[in-house]
């Protein structure tokens, strides 16, 4: 059959017609899962009885050629469309009955036991699971990794430590890069905490939940062998089918991890990009890889360019965050009638993340190089180093010194000495490595 050729029937034309909304239609990877949950449901009715084996299998056939993106342009149907998803289903089922040929009927065999209801809320949550597992996570851990690295080469690299954007006590440039690791390590807990839910799915519920027209066994023996052949062993039956088709709180739940994600990639992008400033005239402490010429009018400039990236991308997905939200808002009764846009747009913050963070690694973190000249600077010229001598001197002492210091612009140890602090006292006490070491050995 032509690749060309249209395989959808009337109903899809309908909608074509009906949603002349964006441009944008439903996400690929819901359209895949959608035709592997159809291919699974065939295998099963075939196997119960309730199927002949021939039609089964031309259903399998055809569902696994849609799943594998061979009829992508098959699904032309805005993503801004009814609110359940059903016009996406029924362009699914006239596919599938289309390339399954004569005797197959796209409701009667292909929608078999279930309902745009509950069939289309699985495929997003399924597709939402595997993007989610699969690119994700291995790309958080990936950057992960990258942050692990440079906080290990940069262990020694004593600069300023900073709070409120002043001046504070030093810390090591490892020091900040560790944390930036257990920021993204943690973001990966809390992304899978709430992949468990994600993977509950409301399959077999059909229109309300009741599971109307559906055999007892069906959805689980159709999960089961979605987890076989998916390898995605979070595919589990909700805990009521009734609370899993009424909303869609799993997928708000993970939007709301990746919110979490997002923030914590726009604070370290931002330190990155505060840190490299320069490199004369600002902070000045690492230096970016240069990818591209940073103006088109001064020569030599290098900008924060994948720092500037990744903030955008956070922005965006804080942004789908609060549509999910209120996606999530809306059901009413026995549906969550905004599955649509929930899909839409939390497939586009797990794809922008993956990419980012993949990126952030490869084109930024793991070319970052330390400039001595500016960590040497900014640890030698903090006076919150004056917070070593507490102990010896007191807090009120201490303080006189540091505003004698910066009112004078004279050396701290200098003014130290002269406000009778002992100089053996201040040379044991302010001791950069040791002070950045803080309470640990």
């Keep these: 059959m032509p690749s060309d050729q249209r395989l959808w029937g009337g109903e899809t034309a309908k909608a074509v017609e009906n949603f002349p909304i964006s441009g944008e ?52 149907i805005d993503v801004f469309q009814t609110g359940s998803g059903t016009s996406t289903n029924m362009n699914a089922n006239e596919v599938i009955a289309r390339l399954a040929g004569e005797g197959v009927h796209a409701n009667d065999h292909v929608n078999m036991g279930q309902s745009s209801n509950d069939v289309f809320p699985s495929a997003v949550h399924l597709a939402a699971l595997d993007v989610a597992q699969n690119d994700l996570l291995p790309a958080l ?37 560790g944390g930036y690791a257990a920021q993204m390590a943690l973001g990966q807990e809390r992304v899978r905490a709430a992949l468990e839910h994600v993977g509950q799915i409301p399959l077999g519920g059909t229109a309300t939940g009741t599971g109307l027209n559906t055999h007892p066994k069906f959805a689980e023996k159709v999960r089961a062998r979605l987890r076989r052949e998916s390898g995605l062993g979070q595919i589990a039956a909700p805990r009521d089918p009734f609370e899993a088709q009424a909303n869609r709180d799993a997928l708000v739940e993970l939007s709301g991890a990746l919110k979490v994600v997002a923030v914590s990639l ?31 009018i001064m020569p030599g400039k290098v900008n924060p360019v994948i720092p500037e990236v990744v903030l955008q991308v956070a922005a965006q997905v804080i942004g789908n965050d609060t549509a ?45 190089r330390v400039n001595r000249a500016g960590t040497d600077a900014s640890a030698g010229a903090t006076l919150a180093v004056a917070t070593a001598l507490n102990g010896a001197i007191g807090y ?7 505003q004698k210091a910066t009112e004078s612009g004279r050396p701290l140890r200098e003014v130290a000495l002269a406000e009778g602090v002992d100089a053996k006292t201040y040379d044991e006490t302010i001791d950069l490595r040791r002070i950045a070491r803080g309470n640990r050995d």
């Design 396 to 402: 009120d002492k201490a303080t006189v010194i540091v």
């Design 25 to 76: 239609t439903v996400p690929v990877s819901v359209i895949h899962w959608l035709a592997r949950i159809k291919g699974a449901a065939a295998a099963v009715n075939g196997q119960l009885g309730l199927l002949g084996k021939r039609s089964a299998a031309r259903i399998e056939k055809a569902a696994a050629e849609i799943a594998a993106g061979k009829h992508d342009r098959q699904f032309p």
């Design 141 to 177: 851990k990936q950057l992960e990794r990258s942050f692990t690295r440079k906080s290990r080469s940069f262990q020694n690299v004593v600069k300023a430590g900073r709070t409120h954007l002043m001046d504070a006590v030093p810390v090591t440039l490892g020091q900040e890069f």
């Design 324 to 368: 999910i939200t209120v996606g999530g808002l809306q059901g009413q009764f026995e549906l969550n009638v905004r599955i649509p846009l929930i899909a839409r747009n939390l497939l586009q913050s797990l794809s922008l993340l993956s990419a980012a963070a993949r990126v952030f690694a490869e084109k930024c973190v793991d070319g970052i």
């Design 266 to 296: 726009t604070k370290i992008a931002n330190d990155i990009a505060l840190m490299a400033s320069g490199p004369r005239a600002g902070i000045g402490e690492i230096l970016l890889p240069e990818l591209q010429k940073g103006s088109s």
